[in-house]
């Protein structure tokens, strides 16, 4: 090396919220994530998939151009991205923005006041993806916004965070506190808030809001790192096995031999959010700083890209480039192609992942590309270079040769021009993009993507038009790479296109896309392609084109035209393809001052310490010196002898200092993992795994990294002799009779006769449903931190719902007192019950690693681990029996069901009573059951949000909407006629119906029914679905009932001398605001000892962690009513404060006149007034149990030809006594909805045929997104009657809501009901009703089988035998649009 290179290379130097990091030496193998959150101070960059998945780890990228002196700002997911390649780059996080010390950003007093922060997992990621919308709309030459507002549109906001998850929210919110930044904002669309009121005027409102100015612009690219960069100093590649070549040829030479095991070449890295690569790599070329692979070129013969420029740079180019110089018949295909990788990944991954390496990925390992299809259909070259050959191949040979090898680099790719086509003739270039996925924005793999380009003329002597050419590409459904239906293609060129050609392409389009074998509903993917090429072709067959003008006008404003007659915006002409977000949205909710400053929608106590990231979750907390790392290792078989676990195999079992199993367990502990009412669980497998998915061992190592790839790496030797084959379902365990007890006291009771109503009956019917599972998907994963402390004793830090059943569980594991462990648990990033029992072995694993080792040990679950070891909701089978009269009125129901508990019993044994409960919200007339535990090889289930209830619910509803179909008649006069009466709610209800006041759901059913329009639109629906053939629209009312059990919970609450007041509780804070409640319970209760300034306690209040030793009797947080009791301990306690301090406040207020609140306490505390008060609230047997109500009113459109539904809107009214947070609560039901949307439409948990998760990943487990939640979710919390027994009339909110989203199945149901009758009728049977049952969830592939896979070709058999009879008959394409237009205005 020259002296000159020697001086110009250097360390690894970047910024962090402006802070300079130089880094002698460091593993190229590290993410910029694991740096962050091990090596520096900002933790608001999180961990919730690892894999590009989820937005929770997302930061803002800086980079400076010293040529042009510009800054270029990015967001990136910093879990893939790898700290070399951020060499001489700046890195904001949420810390950067802003921070509880300097200020909070506007952003952050955003997120919180518009309580779109519940756990806070997710929110710094949010808020670091909308500033990196914002800082680049800022630099946009948009006109200047109105002040207070930036230049993002309200589509920019929405679509800002589009990629990020949330699992507490349910999106409206974080929606509207983006929104609230958009200069086209119309502030009367933002939902309930902190800042304003009802009835304030835009102004007042707008000035409320904390004030964001563009100007006090946070300086991404500090200038220290501006002088490094123009000092020119490199990194030193050598020293960091990194290399950054600048031209091919350099590139040529540090390939020169690469076999592919020792290089890595990467441009971002992205694609090991898919592949998770376990190699490792001597060292890395990273391809960014290749000029030849940077440039974007256009010229008359296309656009030349070189391989590693970002999808976002394609998409912005594509878009917005002035074409008309050099291409100006191409802008539309351009705009398509953009349009379409808007949908791929997420805008944080699309930032940094280039063209070459998703085509690399494509062609190398197969992976189901976006762009290989789309490229492929617009006749894409690529240019290949192999050692210092470089050549030119169509995309078609390079992804039909075999994989590229490793010293081979792919340089660039060419999207030619489609100037072939002669402009004066009357040739019609039509190019169209099409993809079926779970999300329809994207951050979701397709199930099939197509292009297809075709040149067609109409014809003037024939009918019709004439195909010239056409380029069918199809993808992504399973095959090695992107094809093209050649046969298709041929059998179409020279055509005429009519129906009879058109059902002909189709049939050939589904033989020819064939899935290979092993690919997932391959059916469907090909029904997809016969659908999608139908809809490409069906608008240029009509009966008026062959004659008029009219025709070809209509044509063309529906597919692609010439660009000169392009007279409309592209947006507006593709509005329907480019879904918008969101609409406005109502929150009702009526304020009650009755018990000041409870019933305010104060905002979430520490919501902005959660937006900026500085609030504490466990694995927040630094690690301790010599700390461990631990890994779970889990079996993979059912039933099996475990004879050897070994991690010492390769590759790397770096740094592991232990494995632990069973033998580890001290000998006067015991292998217990957890402990609950029903029995245990051992923390490891003794020999013998009862299930897949069962703890086996513990690896601990130095990093969490190498213990990840240890565990990973483990091989565990299975035995299978002298064993049984394993109980894997429900009939298998009946077949064994293997079930669990239930014990009596628990198990729900019958109502009335069976048999007397079942001979009252007219009919009965019987029929079978199954309920799959759910995985919790808090984004943050089972986590604990165990340090041992003197004298034998540990504290651990613990994501838990319940610290005190880790607290036990730990004590009998390690054999030692109860008083010599400490468990502690501030926030928990997400719960749902998944943190209730599940969390108690990671805390024991940990305990038990730290207490054998003498050193702390911690770990944080990576997600895969979690979701296969951690349990989920109860599937069942359920077989019912159901008599009804001729009006649909139900006189009796009798239930088999079958539940699956898993291997250990957990807290199923309650799930009988939970699913009776929230099923008799129907009067069944007499109800008998036989209700079972099933013991099977299955991973142990556990409590999830609403566990039972929601299946429950579900029963119900399908029993009414089977009695509907059975009678034909409307299934909401079959709810109507069977919802309970107050008095046969007595009779379903003993112990909970309340008083007649309290039943409200009847008048909330009439009361939605006239907010939501629910008549009105029922008929609008009807109306919609008359002339709609390709979209069907189905409205469904659903009531619920739920009931809830108080629970003892303890709480002390002491005053410090200066009167500030902290506060222990029992039930922990999951994101669920119970803080905020308590604190307002506090302050509501201290104000009755009237002092000057008492309304200013409400910001004296600080509750703190919950510590196992300081304050027992904590229980569980679970079952929507720990707030409630928290907030009655709390108020047991203040009372007793109040009743102390009452003398003195009197006497000193005889002395002094009216005195301050620090005045009596500093008084209190000089007279040794016990100034701390503890209690434990135990709840009046009489009055511990009641029942909340609620009406959802959904509303959705399924579309036929791809399964995929959209929820167009949802009204929800929900009984919430007298809130004691309207803000919390409205959250809380939002939530919940949205939890519930994605069990019965969304969440496929699925596992392999030894009942081992196959969905274990963001990949292939899909929770609702800001893109398939409800387009519109009106809610209104109804303030129901006082009520003494209740905690100041409050009810509950966090589970019930959820049942709700019953409803958005049954619309999916309904609109399904008309699409089915139309297939039914197209096939000349006759269209009336037929039964059916939608599976949960329903996925677009269930829906579309229901809907009929070949509705195309039974469409155009019907068509064809129409036109031969001479029926009148249209394509109800167009009409799809404008029925939903009339329908729109
Ligand atoms: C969460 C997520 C969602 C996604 N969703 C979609 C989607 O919906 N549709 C879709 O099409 N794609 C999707 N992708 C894939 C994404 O487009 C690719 O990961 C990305 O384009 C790869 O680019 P990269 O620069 O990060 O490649 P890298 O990860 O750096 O490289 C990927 C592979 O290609 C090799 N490589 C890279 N460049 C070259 C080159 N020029 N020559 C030779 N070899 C090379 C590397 O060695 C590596 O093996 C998704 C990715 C993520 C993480
Ligand atoms: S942790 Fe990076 S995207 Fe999920
Ligand atoms: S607040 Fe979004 S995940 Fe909890």
Known sequence: MSAETERRTGSLVFAVNGERFELPTVDPSTTLLEFLRTQTPFKSVKL???????????????????????????????????????????????????????????????????HASQCGFCTPGMCVSLFGALVNAEKTSQLEPPSGLSKLTVSEAEKAVAGNLCRCTGYRPIADACKSLAADVDIEDLGFNSFWRKGETKEVKMSRLPLYNCNDEIRTFPEFLKEEIKSGVSLDSKRYNW??????????????????????????????????????????????????????RIDQTGVEIGAAVTISKIIKTLKHENWHEFLPRDEIVFKRLANHMEKIASGFIRNTASVGGNLVMAQRKHFPSDIATILLAVGSTVDIMSGHQLERITLEEFLERPPLNFNSVLVSVKIPSVRKVNPESNTILLFDIYRAAPRPLGNALAYLNAAFLAEVSPSEISDGILVNHCQLAFGAYGTKHANKARKVEEFLTGKFLNFEVLYEAVKLVRATVLPEDGTANPAYRSSLAAGFLFQFLISLIDSGAKTTNGFLDEYKSTSLIKHSELTQSYDQLYSDKVPTLLSSAKQVVELSKSYYPIGEPIAKSGGAIQASGEAVYVDDIPSPTNCLHGAFIYSKKPLARVRSIKVNSSPHPDGVAAVLSYKDIPELGENIGSKHKFGTEPLFAEGLTLCAGQRLAFVVADTQKHADMAANCAVVNYGLEDL????????????????????PSIYPKPVGDILKGMAEADYKITSEIKLGSQYYFYMETQTALAIPDEDNCIVVYSSAQGPEYAHSTIARCLGIPEHNVRVLTRRVGGGFGGKIIPSIPI???????????????RTYLNRKTDMITTGGRHPMKITYTVGFKSDGKITALQLEILIDAGIFPDISPVMPRTILSSLQKYNWGALSFDIKLCKTNNITKTAMRAPGDLQGSFIAEAIIEHVASSLSLEVDSVRNVNLQTY?????????????????????MWDKLAVSSSFNQRVEMVKEYNKYNKWKKRGISRVPILYTVLMKPVSGRVSVLKDGSIIIEIGGIELGQGLWTKVKQMAAFALRSIQCNGDGELLDRVRVIQADTLSLIQGRITGGSTTSESSCAAVRLCCNILVERLSPLNERLQEQMGPIKWETLISQAHMQSVNLSASALYVPDAS???????????SEVEVNLLTGETTILRVDIMYDGGQSLNPAVDLGQIEGAFVQGIGFFMFEEYLTNSDGLLITDSTWTYKIPSMDTIPKQLNVEILNSSHHEKRILSSKASGEPPLLLAVSVHCAARSAIKEARKQL???????????????????????VKELCGLDIVEKYLEWSLGQRKSGGAFYNGMNADRKVKEAIIR
Request: proline residues 4%; aromatic residues 10%.
């Open 1320 to 1342: 039914l009728s197209w096939s000349g049977q006759d269209g009336s009703e037929s039964t059916f049952q939608l599976d949960v969830p329903a996925t677009m592939h269930a």
């Open 983 to 1003: 008095n046969s709610l007595k009779l379903f209800y003993r112990d909970s119906a309340g008083e007649h006041l309290e039943y409200t759901l009847p008048s």
């Open 243 to 296: 290399y950054t070549p600048a031209s091919v040829e350099e590139l040529q030479s540090l390939l020169k031999g690469n076999e592919g095991t020792g290089t890595k070449v990467l441009v971002s890295n992205t694609g090991m959010g898919y592949y998770k690569e376990l190699e490792r790599y001597d060292r890395y070329i990273d391809l960014k700083h290749i000029s030849e692979l940077s440039m974007l």
């Open 48 to 114: 919730g998939c690892g894999e590009g998945g989820c937005g929770a780890c997302v930061v803002l990228l800086s980079k400076y151009d010293p040529v042009h002196d510009k800054v270029e700002d990015f967001t990136i997911s910093s879990c893939l991205t790898l700290l070399c390649s951020i060499n001489r780059c700046s890195i904001t996080t949420s810390e950067g923005l802003g921070n509880s010390k300097n200020g909070f950003h506007p952003i952050h007093q955003r997120f919180s006041g518009f």
């Open 843 to 857: 805390a024991t694993a940990c305990a038990l690693a730290a207490h054998k080792l003498r050193r702390p040990v």
């Open 1183 to 1193: 009055s511990s149990s009641y029942i909340n109500y609620g009406v959802a009113v």
């Open 724 to 743: 049984e084959p394993p109980i894997l379902s429900l009939e298998e365990a009946v077949k064994r009779s293997s079930f669990f007890e239930i014990p």
